[in-house]
């Protein structure tokens, strides 16, 4: 057994959490800041976070991850990392040459109280920042929310530098897609292409993330949100924002600085969800569904026909994020399965709330959020009831294997497998690769599993 | 090219890319990047173990991943605690490949686990000291381990947490051997200070509380094998084939028995000098065991490091059995050798990486008749480059200083020299040599490049420059190389692949260095439309 010391018997926690299902606010922030065309996420910390955010990102991906740190020692620790701040600026801009350094903090400058806005406004006046080109910041103090909140801080960070509102709309639709894969990203934009909305998407990690193999390598790759776009966000008629956690904190911002009406929607991750932003989209924009989605969506729903039987009343446990969670789960219902244990270290209410509108038909389910919500608790969950599908990051195979439960890859980190950010999981396609994998790993389990005289060639 | 000429060629590089730095940046790297002349005297010195610029792109890491997650990582049995923001315990959670072989389904093993004490905003605020309390409380509760480490994230030295102290009142409590370590990110200039953080506290608390060691004719503690890939297992299967017993390993594969018995071993040799070598002189001062260091990397370092074991014995029993045992893993990797060499040989690689790897992995590529253009580390000291010589000479700056060194003395009851006065001189006078270690320099051909703590900046600059066809580095550089449509070979994971230890482990690497070398992918980078008017016609071997 390699989870050998996780019992049945459930004791109370109150201070140590075990297998989390989250990490830090930073390394959300380095995420969202690559979605920014010729950016450099800069990590005002102790160089091991950067290192350790640009690992996990870069194994995640599989990609180049560039990313810079104030490398602090144990004098910046005491004196404050204004010192290191500037040279880093200074060496940034001069070898690296971005159009933006967005500056992220951590735990340890939080701590500390370094004034990032003070410093980049020092950095200026000492003339270490070339002309037309930006600073962007944000707080992310490692000891509160989680990467999620990360994300969204930085995301905020970047509309309330940049969102301006002129006297002229530019008759676009914000959308903030929110933590997904550049795959999830190029998804939304090729939707909303098909439904002829003109959009400015941020943050947007497609053509940086997912960069092809073409003997060159260039420090900032050709995809990701522009200046004038985000700029122009503040002139947009309305904000998609997908999600409670990653997006709406942006959405907010921008409705406060600019007057742009936010549409709050979820991640469209499945059925409903997918319909929900097909429709505010339609709405929002003054355009009819096209044909071409509307095709897209009776595939799914005749697919899901087709194969109801395998899906029906399946017990499944989730770990993640709840921008994900929340329509995953409500696919999983969608489809006749059962989500029984959902776990999010990730802490808010919300979750809470939405987590018992979309389960409140499933009495055995149990859901969790915050600190102690791990996958410890949602392992021993499983220990006293199995379940017979596990859908979550890469660190549920060690359950999966130890008990013997099919694991589907969804979320963050995924570090074992490829596919994740090239082929998308948000909209009608999005569900049915969903679907493929759902059934993949349950009919591969059976017919591994069975009995040989129940072995079926047809499914 | 004349030697001159070779040489000036290369400072030319060198102040190409001074050129582009801030003039503060430049002046602080021309030191850190040198031309290796191995004739020159006095000898050329080498500035390591220094402060990493901010800004500049840098594989290094920080003191906790060094403590927590290279050397106390690999520790099955031991439960190690991360007493900070929830990030630092996640990033190192399973991510360094780190294996390990319980003896059976009741032995410990908390390796797959990830604890943290996961603070919040109120205990930056408040002080995090009473939810550490609770969370040991709450750990030796569920877990009854043998021992808990606890390790401290940045904001714990910050606010002030007392985590020695803890430890101390919750041992007293549970009679649970806890103890911290103030491994603060911030803390030093690299992985390295984590290392030694890591290494003297498990010299005061665990090394020498042992009271029963692997019994074997021929005891030797391993020192510096971190069992990445499953090296250590490859060890000890060799070990044990010549009749020598590995009674600890630090730290892969390891238990907390083993590191608690090591003072009980017959002689210490050490892997990875860069991590680990003052614990071994340690262990000589406080108990009396000497130590030698070691290379099993590479087919003929493993030959020549298991002969100096043998001949540490003198036990004509085991010489005889070392070398029929490296007779017959020989003549494998031989075999292998005439398979690949004929494919490899004359390609040029470069190795940025570890505090030893760099140096260690030359060993392999020059087995492979390929040649080393040049090499740095990520963390390691001058010693590490220019060999124990220099050690008095070291500057201990303001970030050295912060991190303790232990005065030890003998031990009154356990200090046992293992060899004689006499004894030791006999086998110094024969050609052994102790604490030895002359470093990567001498060792590299004059005219390749040393380059410590390189960047991105400046890694970008010297492929371009040399063109080499391999590179080996980390997983944060892993991609960018590649993008160049070259291979990288990870050095710290082995790219999921390995082990490279020993004989077999020679073996495996040829296999995979030939293998990435001479991918088919790389013919496949530019579509056949963009190969020439005359390609699409014809049939390209994209072998070639």
Known sequence: ????????????????????????????????????????????????????????????????????????????AVFGGQANLLSAVENIFTLYKPDIIAIHTTCLSETIGDDVTQISAKATDEGK??????????????????????????????????????????????VIPGWVEPSDMREVK?????????????????????????????????GGTTIDEMRSSGDSKATLSMGHFASLPAAEALDAKCKVKIVDLDVPIGLSATDRFIQALSETAGVEVSQSIERERG???????????????????????????????????????????????????????????????????????????????????????????????????????????????????????????????????????????????????????CKEENMELVQ | MSHEKHIAKIEKIKQDMLAAYPPKTARKRQKQFLVNQTKLEPKQEMQANVRTLPGIITQRGCTYAGCKGVVLGPTRDILNLTHGPIGCGFYSWLTR?????????????????????????????????????????????????????VFSTCPVGLIGDDVHAVSREISEKTGINVFGFSCEGYKGVSQSAGHHIANNQLFKHVIGKGKCCKEGKFKVAMLGEYNIGGDAFVLEELFDRCGITITATFSGNSTYEQFASAHLSDLTVVMCHRSINYVADMIEKKYGIPWFKVNFIGAQASAKSLRKIADYFGDAGLKARVEEVIKEEMAKVRKALEAIKPKVEGKTVMLFVGGSRAHHYQELFKEMGMKVLAAGYEFAHRDDYEGRDVLPNVKVDADSRNIEELTVEPDPKEYRPRKSEKEMKALKENGMRFKDYDGMMPEMEDGTLVIDDINHFETELIID????????????????????????????????????????????????????????????????????KALPAIFVDVSQ
């Open chain 2, 465 to 532: 420059k040399y063109k080499p066809d391999m590179f080996c580095a980390g997983v944060k550089e892993k991609y960018v190389i590649q993008k160049l449509g070259m291979p990288l070979k990870q050095l710290h994971n082995y790219d999921y692949g390995g082990p490279y230890a020993g004989f077999e482990g020679a073996i495996n690497f040829y296999r995979d260095v030939e293998r990435m070398l001479n991918s088919r992918v790389w013919g496949h980078i530019q579509p056949p439309w963009n190969k020439g």
């Open chain 2, 97 to 149: 490949r780190n294996q390990t072989r319980p003896v059976d389904d009741k032995d410990d093993n908390f390796m797959p686990y990830c604890f943290s004490t996961d603070m919040q905003d109120e205990n930056i605020i408040f002080g995090g000291e009473k939810k550490l309390r609770k969370a040991l409380e709450e750990a030796a509760d569920i877990f009854h381990p043998k021992a808990i480490g």
């Open chain 1, 129 to 174: 920042v070339p002309a037309g080109k930006h600073i962007v910041h944000a707080n992310t103090p490692s000891y509160i929310g989680s990467h999620v909140t990360g994300f969204a801080n930085m995301v905020k960070g970047f509309v309330n530098y940049f969102a301006a509102k002129t006297a002229k709309g530019n008759g676009k639709i914000n």
């Open chain 1, 299 to 449: 595939r799914l729903v005749d697919i899901i026909t087709d194969n109801e039987q395998y899906f029906y009343n399946k017990r499944v446990a989730v770990y993640g994020d709840p921008d994900n969670l929340i329509p995953f789960c409500e696919f999983l219902v969608d489809l006749g399965m059962r989500p029984v244990y959902v776990v999010t270290g990730t802490p808010g209410k919300y979750f809470d709330e939405r987590m018992g509108k979309v389960l409140k038909d499933i009495p055995e389910a149990k859901f969790k959020q915050g600190a102690q919500a791990d996958m410890f608790l949602m392992h021993q969950w499983i220990k006293n009831e199995k379940v017979d599908l596990l859908i979550g990051n890469t660190w549920g195979k060690y359950i999966a294997r130890d008990e013997n439960i099919p694991l589907i890859r969804f979320g963050f980190p995924i570090i074992d497998r490829v596919g994740h950010s090239y082929f998308p999981s948000l909209g009608y396609m999005g569900a049915i690769r969903i679907l493929e994998k759902i059934m993949d790993a349950l009919l591969d389990a059976k017919d591994r599993d």
């Open chain 1, 1 to 76: 057994m390699l989870l050998r010391h996780t019992t049945k018997e459930i004791k109370e926690r109150e201070a140590l959490t075990i297998n989390p299902a989250k990490t830090c606010q930073p390394v959300g922030a380095m995420y969202a800041a690559l979605g920014f065309h010729s950016c450099m996420p800069h990590s005002h910390g102790s160089q091991g976070c950067c290192a350790y955010h640009r690992s996990m990102l870069t194994r995640h991906y599989k990609e180049p991850v560039m990313a810079t740190t104030s490398s602090f020692t144990e004098g910046s």
């Open chain 1, 190 to 222: 090729r939707i909303c292409k098909e439904m002829k909305v003109e959009t400015i998407i941020f943050p947007d990690t497609s053509e940086v993330m997912d960069r092809p193999q073409t003997g060159t390598f260039e420090m900032y790759g050709p």
